[in-house]
């Protein structure tokens, strides 16, 4: 299907993408809230979907429940931030964030989903085939 050097430029380009996001995500820069205010909720749920998107391209070996779990620290820990600089929580901005990365997540548990409803149901797991288990 893809070749070594194809993988490992998609997984360039996403691990490229998950770090322009996080550093969208953290940077206070000027420009950025100028372009998109901080209560801008569709720019809060799209850098979210791209940063768990990027994440489930970035890291193929890591189990999908894994990721998404990671990513809804990551909107704990950013819905929370403004709490330390005096400021209240946006419940708006929270709830975006978490839409961005189910709508990430969702379509890949789809994919299990019709998987299993297909019939495959893999018998042979990574971990149950491991050795030192």
Do not use: K
């Not at 430029?9 to 996001?21: D, G, N, P, Y």
């Not at 709490?83 to 189910?102: I, P, Q, W």
């Amino acid at each position: 299907m893809f070749t070594t050097a194809q993988i490992s430029l998609i997984r360039t380009a996403a691990a490229f993408v998950v770090l322009l996001a996080a550093i969208v995500l953290v940077a206070p820069l000027s420009m950025l809230n100028a372009a998109f205010p901080a209560d801008n909720v569709a720019a809060r749920a799209l850098l979210f979907y791209a940063i768990t998107a990027g994440a489930y391209g970035f890291l193929p070996f890591v189990r999908r429940g894994d990721i998404v779990m990671v990513g809804m620290w990551l909107v704990l820990a950013v819905g929370v931030a403004p709490c330390f600089a005096g400021r209240e929580l946006s419940a708006s901005c929270m709830f975006a964030d978490m839409a961005g990365v189910l709508m990430s997540a969702i379509p890949i548990y789809i994919a299990r989903f019709r998987q299993v409803a297909q019939g495959d149901l893999r018998q042979y797991r990574r971990r149950g085939v491991d050795a030192a288990l």
